[in-house]
């Protein structure tokens, strides 16, 4: 990431590496923190006009952020980020021998196979600018890219050589917190509480390397992953308006 040296507290920009390659649109990022100067608003302005497309994140639901970027910008709301955190992690009494965690996992058909058919929301799936089928296959790439990468982590349930559901996740190493990116139950064994096992395990693994906090976000439309999160024990943080920029 590329932080804007001018005020590190108010906004942050990035090159999107992953965005620019798979969608083929050159693709940037902004992170806004609090409140902006017009000469901020300048910065970012000609920050956002060198890329075909820019994502804007208005951290923590900012007022006058939100009303800046609806009234005097051609962004438009594409989603809202919902936020959660636990940090109440705790040691569970008894192990499942079906679950697994590694990282520098190998291609596995059926954590790819159940990536391409869950995942029903997303801030792409709301821009009509960007390639449907794209769009609706972002998780899937996002999970393939995972594979064979020693900074990225999956715990899965395996029955009989079958996965039945997966969680990737990274580590945050200067905030000791985990992220989890994805978690995933294939549609024919959801209800029968794999994915509160992952949760457990990954609360485990946690312990086990000393991070006190795990983090993860969904959208605001999604009431079930909603649910299931606080059904879990994460508490709400913050909710963030992700707006669409497109310079075409």
């Known amino acids: 990431m590329n932080i ?25 990022r902004v992170n806004i923190n609090s409140d902006l100067s017009e000469n901020q608003k300048k910065e970012i302005n000609d920050f956002c006009s060198a890329f075909e497309f820019c994502t804007i994140v208005n951290k923590n639901n900012n007022n006058k952020i939100n009303h800046w ?41 059926d954590i790819a196979n159940i990536a391409r058919n869950s995942f029903e929301f997303s801030r792409f799936f709301n821009d009509s600018n960007l390639p449907q089928l794209k769009s609706r296959n972002v998780y899937y ?4 890219s995972s594979f064979n990468q020693p ?38 064994t959801k209800g029968k509480g794999i994915g509160k096992k992952l949760i457990s395990k990954l609360e485990m693994y946690s312990l086990e390397i000393k991070y006190d906090k795990i983090n993860v976000g ?31």
Not at 8 to 13: A, K, V
Not at 141 to 144: G, I
Not at 155 to 182: R, W
């Open 4 to 28: 804007n040296n001018n005020d590190l507290l108010s906004y942050q920009t990035s090159l999107l590496e992953w965005d620019t390659k798979y969608f083929e649109v050159k693709s940037g």
């Open 69 to 109: 970027l609806g009234t005097e910008s051609k962004a438009f709301l594409s989603d809202i980020n919902i936020q959660f955190e636990k940090s109440n992690l705790k040691q569970k009494a008894t192990l499942d021998s079906t679950i697994y965690l590694t990282n520098s996992l190998e291609y596995n058909e």
């Open 141 to 144: 790439q996002w999970v393939l």
């Open 151 to 188: 900074n990225k982590y999956f715990i899965y349930q395996s029955i009989e050589d079958i996965i039945t559901g997966f969680l990737l996740f990274s580590l945050d190493e200067v905030n000791k917190a985990v992220d989890i990116e994805l978690i995933a139950v294939n549609k024919n």
């Open 218 to 248: 969904t959208q605001i439309k999604n009431s079930n992953a909603i649910n299931f999160y606080q059904s879990c024990g994460f508490k709400y943080i913050s909710s963030n308006p992700i707006f669409h920029l497109w310079n075409i």
